[in-house]
């Protein structure tokens, strides 16, 4: 199957339909394949690192229509595979995506227990999850309600006071290590990209340090609510809790 420029129908149709779903500017969804859904499949293509050519063949086809409608995303009950992440949490890399996606994760509920987690590296001696009229920090609208179980149960358990750096959670960036080619192929992304992820305590659980202070105590306050832990990992992150699983 092919569609491009010039082409007319029902196919069109659905193509048009899917983009704005999506969020793509196609212009009037009429049917006809005019240079403005020729320019939203060339940035579709584009954010999907496929062939950047502007013709729907079956491999633009099939990843359009792989791709959740955002409003039909079900709630989440188990961290989907690393795979998926784009699927799931959409498409970071697209105008839009942060006001659709990023949410206040409320951790006020454990205020007083949590008054005193301070940012590690990134900004020393501020508390981290004190901002003007609210307390938390910001992460993938869906993954919110996972990140304050896993707070709840610290707390909950007597683990608060474990807790003492806050080292980021949404951060569009590559992997450690990961070319910083633009041409990087989608698996090499961060799930830092998202914000389903968070780093804790980092000043004394660098990436790799194998003799990490993290606890098992706590690091099972996140696993409990599906949380993979980066210290269970060969090469060890152990400040580091992913909503994500690597399969
Ligand atoms: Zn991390």
Request: glycine share 10%; net charge neutral; with cysteine.
């Amino acid at each position: 199957m092919f569609l491009s420029r010039g082409s007319q129908g029902s196919k069109v149709l659905a193509l048009q339909e899917k983009l704005s779903q999506l969020g793509y500017d196609v212009g009037p969804v009429d049917g006809v394949f005019g240079p403005r859904t020729e320019a939203a499949v060339l940035k579709f293509q584009q954010n999907r690192l496929l062939d950047v050519d502007g013709v729907v063949g079956n491999q633009t086809w099939q990843a359009l229509f792989d791709a959740p409608i955002p409003d039909m995303i079900p709630v989440l009950h188990d961290p989907p595979p690393e795979r998926l992440c784009f699927d799931i949490f959409g498409d970071f890399r697209l105008a839009g995506w942060n006001e659709q996606n990023l949410a206040r994760c409320d951790l006020s509920a454990w205020k007083e227990a949590l008054r005193d987690v301070y940012f590690g590296w990134l900004s020393p001696g501020n508390r981290a999850f004190v901002h003007e009229g609210w307390f938390g920090f910001i992460c993938h609208r869906l993954v919110a309600p996972k990140f304050q179980m896993a707070f709840r149960n610290a707390v909950a358990r007597g683990f608060a006071g474990q807790l003492k750096t806050f080292d980021g959670c949404y951060n569009p960036r590559l992997k450690r290590g990961s070319s910083t080619s633009l041409t990087a192929s989608g698996d090499t992304w961060s799930t830092h990209s998202w914000g389903i992820a968070i780093d804790l305590n980092a000043p004394w659980n660098a990436f790799g340090q194998k003799n990490f202070e993290m606890t098992q105590e706590l690091a099972q306050c996140f696993r409990d609510v599906g949380f993979v832990w980066g210290g269970d990992w060969s090469y060890p992150d152990a400040m580091h809790f992913q909503y994500c699983t690597m399969r």
